[in-house]
């Protein structure tokens, strides 16, 4: 098989522009309801603006002429306090709307997102399951997602905030003071340039963090469902060591992306309260050498407010600019699974349920009538000829290799006739395991043909080529259900006493009675509480439901002991009846009653024929079986 590498390390960081456009498009339907949050933003930002100014209004239109006059009639200024009160609860109701209406926009376009993620992930090919561990390919999942969510919840809605309060409070600003504005602009400039200094070099190592997220993810992952071999042999200290070098990269990614992140509000603050106390010492003069004329007392506090109020949403960007950097990062990884090329097919032959005529032609029928016919339309004339599935396949010349350069099959060709039983005997490594991978089209030839009942499988489509065979691995694949529902996932439309004929034709009938609750026994993590005969025998019954036309056995019985291989062997051999059957064994009791048995060596057939013919050549078989060469 080919070897795991990791993906995207050391590749250069798509254009940020690019992913967050691309981002926003899954934004697209709720354009109405973000229409109402820029709405209310706008509310929110005044109301919070409306607060300074009021405070100078306060104080130069209704307390120092009431000093002045000594008035005790406090109407108005009761009427202007409900007025600014009343602005303040419709900026408060407003933020609480937009905040509501945010979350609900967050949820679904993450939704959305999650539900392209796995649709794309279904029509991945193989190879990149290959070429990614199951960890990091669930970090998209989860951490990856929930940046996502919290950039479009919070940082978006909290940085147009925080713009919108710029625009108002540079506005009020401009109308209190210019001579200040322009002092304040060289003083924003510096703020500005330092933000936009550290949110660049804090970019590269939140990329960084999520890459090494997924690797510790992925390894994490490996060693869960390696436990028990890593405590067979001792191994936790160097896994500890292997944990330890992985985490220590996270860690330096994160504490670096964090340092960056966090003296972003220190560094605002700080700048912040230098700006405010160079515009109190300029605002103060300007005020006393003019004698309030240029800039009245009122004025003066309002603007020291707003200036405050100014800084604000420059520092709530720059701490959003972090969220939204980690956002994106997490975005070019989802972006590169769903950018991943999808499996290629090409085909237009399907498989269609089919009924014999009197006179032996065949015609498709929409009831499943246990006979199926390969429908092949023709674009020339129109026309649509039914070719009968019997299980014939042939390998002619067949090249294959994993990667560029590596070749792993070299001429192969064989021939399995209908009700064939063929078998594969060889090395670990020598092909077998290929041979039935490019049978089910796993991953495409480069040179030879396959063929099956004389169609170039190329031009069957992949779901219905892959729908006339059924596998029995080594490694059982048991889902978190019921045992019933685990052999129904051979065919989805059967029924219980389908399901439980299958049971009986794989010999498993007789201990699912025996289990707490028979076939409604719930299994979890993968049958753990099964025995490896157990949890086989429930796949092989799984493979009988479906009844294919054709059989894949990759070394159904290798991991299970003698006695339980015996009861597995008649389940598969009741299976295997009148059907054309591929088995790969190292046990070669498993395949002496095959029709014909090749062995392969390097990705060569060097020696094929049945049982006694081997026997009688003395070959590498025959030294195999007598024990003068061991499978490796």
């Known amino acids: ?105 967050a949820q679904g376009t993450q939704k959305v997102i999650r539900d392209e993620m796995f649709t794309k992930m279904q029509k991945l090919p193989l190879r990149y399951f290959d070429q990614n ?86 390894y994490v992952e490996e060693l869960i469902r390696g436990q028990r071999v890593v405590k067979v042999f001792n191994h936790e200290d160097t ?28 560094i605002n603050n700080n700048l912040g309260y230098i700006q405010y106390a160079i515009l109190a010492v300029v605002g103060g003069v300007l005020a006393v050498s003019t004698g309030g004329k240029a800039l009245e007392l009122g004025a003066l506090m309002s603007f ?15 701490n959003q600019l972090n969220a939204i950097v980690l956002a994106l990062a997490g975005a070019e990884r989802i972006f590169d699974l769903m950018d991943e090329p999808p499996e290629v097919d090409d085909g237009y032959v399907t498989l269609v349920n089919a009924e014999i005529g009197p006179d032996g032609s065949i015609r498709e029928s929409e009831k499943r009538t246990g006979q199926w016919a390969w429908k092949h339309p023709h674009q020339a004339d129109g026309t649509v000829t039914y070719t009968l599935l019997r299980g014939d396949i042939t390998m002619d010349g067949v ?22 039983k063929l078998a594969f005997v060889g090395a670990t490594g020598a092909g077998k395991t290929t041979i039935t991978n490019l049978i089910n089209r796993f991953y495409d030839i480069e040179d030879g043909k396959i063929r099956y009942d004389g169609i170039n499988i190329n031009k069957i489509k992949k779901a219905d080529l892959r729908r006339s065979l059924g596998m029995v691995l080594q490694d059982v694949n048991l889902f978190t259900g019921t045992v019933m529902e685990n052999i129904r996932y051979g065919k989805l439309d059967a029924t219980d006493e389908e399901c ?51 059989m894949i056995l990759d070394e159904a019985t290798s991991s299970i002991d003698t006695r339980t291989e015996a009861l597995v062997q008649r389940g598969m051999d009741r299976l295997m009846e009148g059907r054309t059957v591929f088995v790969i064994a190292h046990r070669l009791s498993t395949v002496m009653n095959s029709d014909a048995i090749m062995v392969l060596d390097h990705g060569h057939i060097i020696e094929r024929g049945t049982h006694e013919q081997l026997i009688a050549q003395k070959g590498t078989y025959y030294q195999l079986y007598t024990g003068a060469f061991e499978l490796e």
Request: glycine share 6%.
């Open 1 to 105: 098989m080919p070897p795991v590498r990791p993906r995207g390390d050391g590749r250069r960081a798509r254009n940020p522009g690019k992913t967050l456009t691309r981002l926003l498009s899954y934004m697209e339907k709720y354009i109405p309801i973000l229409f109402i949050v820029l709405i209310c933003i706008t509310v929110a930002s005044y109301a919070q603006t409306r607060m300074s100014t009021a405070l100078g209004d306060l104080v130069d239109d209704y307390i120092l002429p009431l000093i002045e006059t000594g008035s005790t009639d406090f109407s108005n200024l009761a009427r202007f306090l409900v007025k600014v009160a009343a602005v303040m609860a419709a900026g408060i109701l407003c933020a609480w709307l937009y905040n509501f209406l945010m979350v609900s926009v």
């Open 133 to 218: 561990t199951a960890g990091n390919i669930m970090s998209r999942y989860t951490s990856d997602i929930d940046t996502l969510r919290q950039m479009v919840s919070q940082s978006i809605p909290q940085c147009a905030a925080s713009i919108i309060s710029l625009i108002v409070v540079s506005v009020n600003l401009i109308r209190t003071s210019w001579v200040l504005c322009i002092v304040m602009v060289f003083t924003v400039f510096v703020i500005v340039l330092v933000t936009k200094t550290v949110v660049g070099r804090s970019g590269k190592y939140f990329l960084e963090q999520q890459r090494a997220l997924g690797r510790v993810n992925g």
């Open 239 to 266: 896994c500890k060591q292997e944990f330890d070098a992985l985490n220590d990269e996270l860690c330096r990614n994160a504490y670096t992306a964090g340092v960056y992140a966090n003296a972003m509000g220190p």
């Open 304 to 318: 020291m407010l707003l200036s405050r109020q100014f800084n604000m949403p420059i520092a709530q960007i720059s």
């Open 399 to 420: 090249d294959f290799s994993y990667v560029p350069d590596k070749q792993v099959l070299y001429d192969i060709t064989l021939y399995a006739k209908p009700g064939q």
């Open 500 to 550: 439980i004929e299958a049971a009986k034709l794989a010999n498993a009938h007789d201990f699912i009675t025996r289990l707490p609750d028979g076939y409604d026994t719930m299994l979890t993590n993968n049958g753990a509480r099964l025995s490896q005969g157990q949890r086989q025998l429930i796949s092989i019954a799984r493979a009988a439901v479906a009844d294919p036309p054709v």
